[in-house]
């Protein structure tokens, strides 16, 4: 069980709905529907985030927000100065606070933005249903939102989250697994490519090259092979680039040659964590709870 | 100077045109306006990155493009699949290829879509003027686009790219820079606060504890603070937890222990890449044009 539930849920949402009176219906019906949805998932196996997803909700944003009568009036202002389209809407851009990815793009309206800040669950405003909409409601697939912001037109705002599990309805990752050249090619969905940034990118590569040393369809052998088979040699390269990281700082070697040196060291380590079937985004994950803490505090709690 | 300039544009441009000749002014347009404003910045002091804006115009995707007369049907076909808005519209998100930080987001049409694709400038369509716009016809930060991803969907788009420069007209790196609960405080938007994902927000993070060195306002000293002022420790760290990586696949001492001790040799790296002064994105554009080549060939080019 999780120890938040249940009480947690009342003491943020109904003082917040007091608040905001205007927007009570609406944003306890989300409210019950997130309990709702939990409670029901409670009853048989627990999905895999569904604790943390409660306990998000306790965030620092938060309780602030609940706490701080002053900060009500701060976010009503803030949202007078949001500019709204036609109907009420800006596009609200739900970000993977790890990895990076744009995980889902929806429109929100002043009551999705309150919602989100208040739960910490990305809420967006359903265009076709002109209902409020929590990601995740249905699918228990949440996206908790550590932070939002807005852009200089004040037109566009990014939710910075962490998802339970994959946000699109299709199962994926993210909801932009269609690349454009691809586009009219059904047969590529199912080899979903990602707009992957350069770490994930070359995760992706160093992955494909284990596929084809499992399943013997390696053509041509690559640095990368030769290292997943060999991990004398792996653990031998990452020893001496770390070493070669060291020597720039310690023979003042420049700047270059320091970028290029931090180059081999990820690569190397990364192909390591590839052999070891850990996921980068899983170091993401320790490197964010780590360093919240300062580093002698998070050094002594480990001894 | 240059080499691809001139002839380029005219090369990629007129064939596009004259495929797409309903579109014809317009994107014939945008290409005018590329090359009169990369010319009159050639007149002057050079921006950096404005060279490599004009080679990127002969990448890949534009090359196949416009040699490849049946992937003209093709991409038709791609956008006669995109549900627009009632203006014809989709939503266009620019993300950076090696940081992952959203950059901006406007609006494309068909056009804009077809522009960004020859050109590999993220272009968009102006709603206040009615026109299209690509980022950086003015201020010549352009956004150099690598791919283009649609969503399940198909009404928003991602184009993923190289920014010339700092994105925002304001000169900040990305548009987001104003977090909500700060929204409604101008001071704060001089300390502007960006979404940064994990290890940029860490690289923050060491980023600060230097700052504070410097400017001797260290209240409470850190790990960061300790490491920073003795490179000998820095080092050995680096070289420790190094090896502790190599050990946990020697002796097999499984994947949490991996993600953990791999999270160590970033943190360590990355404060040894603070004290040098190396940004983490030069890191990620080195590997980008790295790991485009096979391990063994990139291993032989460097020997």
Redesign the interface.
Known sequence: MCAAHGNTLEFITYPLCMLYSDAFVEIKDIYLQIQKSVDSKNEGIRPKGSCRSISAISSP?TT??TNDAA?KT??D??LS?IKWDKSGLV?A?A????????L??GFANSDA?LAT?ASGKATFFSRSRSSLWTKGETSSNFINVK????????D???Y?GLPDGPT???G?TT???????N???DTQDTTA???L???F??EE?IHNRKSQLMDGSVS????????MKD?EL??SK??E???E??R???SNEG?DR???E??D???H?MV??A????KLE???????K??TQ??????SSRK
């Open positions: 944003i602030t927000i900060l701060k976010v202002e803030m100065t596009v851009i970000q993977h606070i790890d990895t990076g990815a744009v889902m793009q933005i800040i932070d939002v912001f807005l852009d200089c037109d004040r566009s705002i990014i910075l699109c309805h299709t994926a909801c932009y697994f269609t690349r454009a050249p586009a009219i090619d490519s990602f707009p940034t350069t770490l990118a070359l590569t041509k052998p690559s640095w990368t092979h030769k290292l991990h792996l653990c990452i020893r680039e770390a070493d990281l060291c720039t700082l310690e700047k320091t970028a290029s931090m180059a060291v990820l690569y380590s390591l964590l052999v070891q079937d850990v899983d170091v993401l994950e320790i490197l964010r780590r360093f300062s580093g002698i505090e998070e050094k």
